[in-house]
T-cell receptor, first 114, second 111 residues
Framework: QQQVKQSPQSLIVQKGGISIINCAYENTAFDYFPWYQQFPGKGPALLIAIRPDVSEKKEGRFTISFNKSAKQFSLHIMDSQPGDSATYFCAASIKGNQGGKLIFGQGTELSVKP | DAGITQSPRYKITETGRQVTLMCHQTWSHSYMFWYRQDLGHGLRLIYYSAAADITDKGEVPDGYVVSRSKTENFPLTLESATRSQTSVYFC??????????FGPGTRLTVL
């Protein structure tokens, strides 16, 4: 119930295309859903986050779509650029539970071809 | 510079040795976390701390010990390293109620 399942494991997209990464969860107590971006040799960095009372959140080229009834959320990267090539992690947490620890998905390695 | 620093960045040790990974943050955030990152598992919580002298176990605490005598430091000790502890270790701290900021990581190899 504490798991977050992420797909696909790897994704290759052409420059200018749309990258879509999906995550699913079981625990309906999760109340915070961030996406992290990680470049090789670096720590994860917060990209964008959403709460379950909102169905969509957009920041620049990055959009989170959230489907509470299906217990799924996804990251869309519009106009994908080679600089977006990185590993992306979805995560979920419950406020007040173990300090708000993050439960991470397995990660998606995105490669954007020029 | 403000932020989270981890040391060492790379460490090679042998089975059975004690190893301490250091984490230092300059923000005075209350919460700090240790995660390990392994291929196919994402990041998993080892230990976390709500404040100085308050620590608690996460998902995968076995074989690890933490302490937090000062707000800014949160060292992680492997008391007797095993090959299964070969991993990349990330320290994080939390501002406000949600956002966690991660350090650059320590790549540990246990031979």
């Amino acid at each position: 119930q504490q798991q977050v399942k992420q797909s696909p494991q790897s994704l290759i997209v052409q420059k200018g295309g749309i990258s879509i990464i999906n995550c699913a969860y079981e625990n309906t107590a999760f109340d915070y859903f961030p996406w992290y971006q990680q470049f090789p040799g670096k720590g994860p960095a917060l990209l964008i986050a959403i709460r379950p009372d909102v169905s969509e959140k957009k920041e620049g080229r990055f959009t989170i779509s959230f489907n509470k009834s299906a217990k799924q959320f996804s990251l869309h990267i519009m106009d994908s650029q080679p600089g977006d090539s990185a590993t992306y992690f979805c995560a979920a947490s419950i406020k007040g539970n173990q300090g708000g620890k993050l439960i991470f998905g397995q990660g998606t390695e995105l490669s954007v071809k020029p | 510079d403000a932020g989270i620093t981890q040391s060492p960045r790379y460490k090679i040790t042998e089975t059975g040795r004690q190893v301490t990974l250091m984490c230092h943050q300059t923000w005075s955030h209350s919460y700090m976390f240790w995660y390990r990152q392994d291929l196919g598992h994402g990041l998993r919580l080892i230990y976390y701390s709500a404040a100085a002298d308050i620590t608690d176990k996460g998902e995968v605490p076995d074989g690890y010990v933490v302490s937090r005598s000062k707000t800014e430091n949160f060292p992680l000790t492997l008391e007797s390293a095993t090959r299964s502890q070969t991993s990349v270790y990330f320290c994080a701290s939390k501002v406000g109620s949600d956002t966690q900021y991660f350090g650059p990581g320590t790549r540990l190899t246990v031979l």
